[in-house]
T-cell receptor
């Protein structure tokens, strides 16, 4: 089992460009999450998907959209990147339904110039 | 907002010492708490969790203590090893967001030989 995988590992964008961060899990988990981590900070929730077919905003959703493509995949899209979105992005998954342990991917490092 | 915080951003110990990492939380309604370890360049990794109806839980070389009276959580690492060097986060449920989590800012543990 690969667990949670994320692509790309690293990306440089210019202000105004768009991109999609991909996340997939092979643990048959119901719930998936996107967090961002800024230097010296904990992780902040961007969006989450409690189950296939549902998505909800987290603490910092502005400037992002998500798609729960199927049970395995949950993508994060930046429509018009801004320097404030320079961060490390982590995807996570959990069984949901009362099981709270989240398993994290290795992260995507995004630099917006 | 930040529901979960840590008392000290850094902690330096000698190999073999016991380490204690502290966390204060503000949401008295949280029914569980989780500790994560994050090594440089990697995603957070689950260490141990504790439910609110417990005041102590032990794992392998780690113990988590919960004091609901003062809303305080601690992670104790016995016989700290260089491989324990990492950033440690406590996390609690993100209210109204299923099994999503809200993280503290983290404590960086440095272990010297």
């Amino acid at each position: 089992n690969a667990g949670v995988t994320q692509t790309p590992k690293f990306q440089v964008l210019k202000t105004g460009q768009s991109m999609t961060l991909q996340c997939a899990q092979d643990m048959n988990h119901n719930s998936m999450y996107w967090y961002r981590q800024d230097p010296g900070m904990g992780l902040r929730l961007i969006y989450y998907s409690a189950s296939e077919g549902t998505t909800d905003k987290g603490e910092v959703p502005n400037g992002y959209n998500v798609s729960r493509l199927n049970k395995r995949e949950f993508s994060l899209r930046l429509e018009s990147a801004a320097p404030s979105q320079t961060s490390v992005y982590f995807c996570a998954s959990s069984e949901g339904q009362g099981s709270e342990t989240q398993y994290f991917g290795p992260g995507t490092r995004l630099l917006v110039l | 907002g930040e529901n979960v915080g840590l008392h000290l951003p850094t902690l330096s110990v000698q190999e073999g010492d016991n380490s204690i990492i502290n966390c204060a939380y503000s949401n008295s309604a949280s029914d569980y708490f989780i500790w994560y370890k994050q090594e440089s360049g990697k995603g957070p990794q689950f260490i141990i969790d504790i439910r609110s109806n417990m005041d102590k839980r032990q794992g392998q070389r780690v113990t988590v203590l919960l004091n609901k009276t003062v809303k305080h959580l601690s992670l104790q690492i016995a016989a700290t090893q260089p491989g324990d060097s990492a950033v440690y986060f406590c996390a609690e449920p993100y209210e109204g967001a299923g099994t999503a989590l809200i993280f503290g800012k983290g404590t960086t543990l440095s272990v010297s030989s």
